[in-house]
């Protein structure tokens, strides 16, 4: 069983950045591949990034790339958010998720963390 938990999440203007973080209880992070999504009031949940297990492998919805970056630090069981050059419309309660056996945008994740609330006022 993997437990996630974000933090970082908070209120920020538009064009300031945030980090967000999730951090894992298991014991075998590192054999998990990573992804961040969010789900905006009255929105379907979207995929924002993956990465894989080892970290060499990253991937980004269009609407995030060249503004946030995926990272993950295997010895700290954390898996991380920057996100830089905020707009309002990145609003949204963003979750963390793990999978294993594969990585991606499409993949089914099977552990979820309960979610952190972003807010990007203009």
């Known amino acids: 069983q993997v437990q996630l938990v974000e933090s970082g999440g908070g209120l920020v203007q538009a064009g300031g950045s945030l980090r967000l973080s999730c951090a894992s209880s298991?014991?075998?992070?590192?054999?998990?591949?990573m992804g961040w999504f969010r789900q905006a009031p009255g929105k379907e949940r979207e995929f924002v990034a993956a990465?894989?297990?080892?970290?060499?492998?990253?991937a980004y919805a269009d609407s995030v790339k060249g503004r946030f970056t995926i990272s993950r630090d295997n010895a700290k069981n954390t898996v991380y958010l920057q996100m830089n050059s905020l707009k309002p419309e990145d609003t949204a309660v963003y979750y963390c998720a793990a999978v294993r056996g594969a990585w991606g945008s499409s993949v089914e994740y099977l552990y979820w963390g309960q979610g952190t609330q972003v807010t990007v006022s203009s």
């Open positions: 990465i894989s297990y080892s970290g060499g492998r990253t």
């Open positions: 298991g014991r075998t992070f590192s054999s998990y591949a």
